[in-house]
């Protein structure tokens, strides 16, 4: 079984910083793209960011300039650095991660993987 497990959320102030993490655990081949998602209250989950495994990066317009997503492949984690914060942004934002796991029974299998976090809420105040 392949997780996702977050961190960083927080309550901060406009124009604040934060730094998300995200850690994949488990039996783990290859871990392809990974990114992350946010959904406020009363609205639809949407994307944040996307990263690659080359290191190519996509931002919606709503973020983009502000939000920085990075990944250190060694230690199978993504992050998301959110500079000039401003309250829009607040909702809980969710890790995912797509790549090729490892299972462990009578034979040793490969497995491909679609991996959600819980979810980590970040709340901007005005």
């Known amino acids: 079984q392949v997780q996702l497990v977050e961190s960083g959320g927080g309550l901060v102030q406009a124009g604040g910083s934060l730094r998300l993490s995200c850690a994949a655990s488990?039996?783990?081949?290859?871990?392809?793209?990974m990114g992350w998602y946010r959904q406020a209250p009363g609205k639809q989950r949407e994307l944040v960011a996307t990263i690659t495994s080359g290191n190519t990066t996509t931002y919606p317009d709503s973020v983009k300039g502000r939000f920085t997503v990075s990944r250190d492949n060694g230690k199978n984690t993504v992050y998301l650095q959110m500079n000039s914060l401003k309250p829009e942004d607040t909702a809980v934002y969710y890790c995912?991660?797509?790549?090729?796991?490892?299972?462990?029974?009578?034979?040793?299998?490969?497995?491909?993987?679609?991996?959600w976090g819980q979810g980590t809420l970040v709340t901007v105040s005005s």
């Open positions: 488990g039996s783990i081949f290859s871990l392809n793209a």
């Open positions: 995912n991660a797509e790549g090729v796991g490892v299972v462990y029974g009578v034979l040793r299998t490969n497995r491909p993987f679609n991996a």
